[in-house]
């Protein structure tokens, strides 16, 4: 059974700094892994996808990375600011799940100013 | 990107009443979407999957009499929760996938519903 696993639960750091977030999955036989970010009572939007033939994907500040081999994916945020504190949520689609997502439990980010 | 939105986006209602929740893929046509459940401080469930034009299919736990979900058009789902009760308030939350493959899933904003 697939698993997600999301490293730390939560995360306060001061503004400008450099950080990481991790995940790490169970079934090296993924098909994509997805980033989202979610505000408090907000929906989720859709940071990166990272395809699982590729290493990684970037988007601004934001860098996704995959090792597919260790089960790993980071997030990598440069240069933080207080508008990034949010829940960082990854997940996995399976091969053989009809494409549906296995998420993690999420990574509560705090940005202090 | 795609947008996906939800209507309402808050909702009151007496236990024992019915509510229905609505999804809609806004600038492209979705032959899937799912309905996540999530509740405070924790990670999304899945409760179903919704094909276009025929019978969405339920996970484990889910029931299926009491979430009703249509998926009539190919950007429309709905999710009808009936005979309401407290333990139903949640946070519900759709999302559409995006073909073609890798088959990004696009979120609506969610629906809070509390059941008094």
């Known amino acids: 059974k697939q698993e997600v696993t999301q490293i730390p639960a939560a995360l306060s750091v001061p503004e400008g700094e450099n950080l990481v977030l991790n995940c790490s999955f169970t079934?090296?036989?993924?098909?994509?892994l997805q980033w989202f970010r979610q505000d408090p009572g907000k929906g989720l939007t859709s940071l990166l996808l990272?395809?699982?033939s590729q290493r990684e994907q970037t988007s601004g500040r934001l860098n996704a990375s995959l090792d597919k081999s260790s089960g790993r994916s980071t997030l990598y945020i440069a240069a933080s600011q207080p508008g990034d504190s949010a829940t960082y949520l990854c997940?996995?689609?399976?091969?053989?799940?009809?494409?549906?997502?296995?998420w993690g439990a999420g990574t509560k980010l705090i940005i202090k100013p | 990107g795609a947008v996906v939105s939800q209507h309402p986006s808050r909702v009151i209602c007496k236990s024992g009443t019915s509510v229905k929740i609505e999804c809609r893929s806004l600038?492209?046509?979705?032959?899937?979407m799912f309905w996540y459940r999530q509740f405070p401080k924790q990670s999304l469930m899945l409760m179903a999957t919704s094909n276009e034009g025929s019978k969405a299919t339920y996970e484990q736990g889910v029931e299926k009499d009491k979430f009703l979900i249509n998926h009539a058009s190919l950007t429309l789902s709905t999710l009808t929760v009936t005979s309401a009760h407290p333990e139903d308030s949640s946070f519900y939350i759709c999302?559409?996938?995006?073909?073609?493959?890798?088959?990004?899933?696009?979120f609506g904003p969610g629906t809070r519903l509390t059941v008094t």
């Open positions: 997940a996995a689609v399976l091969m053989d799940s009809n494409y549906q997502l296995i």
């Open positions: 079934d090296s036989a993924i098909y994509n």
């Open positions: 990272i395809q699982s």
């Open positions: 600038d492209f046509q979705a032959t899937t």
């Open positions: 999302s559409a996938r995006v073909p073609p493959l890798p088959y990004e899933q696009y």
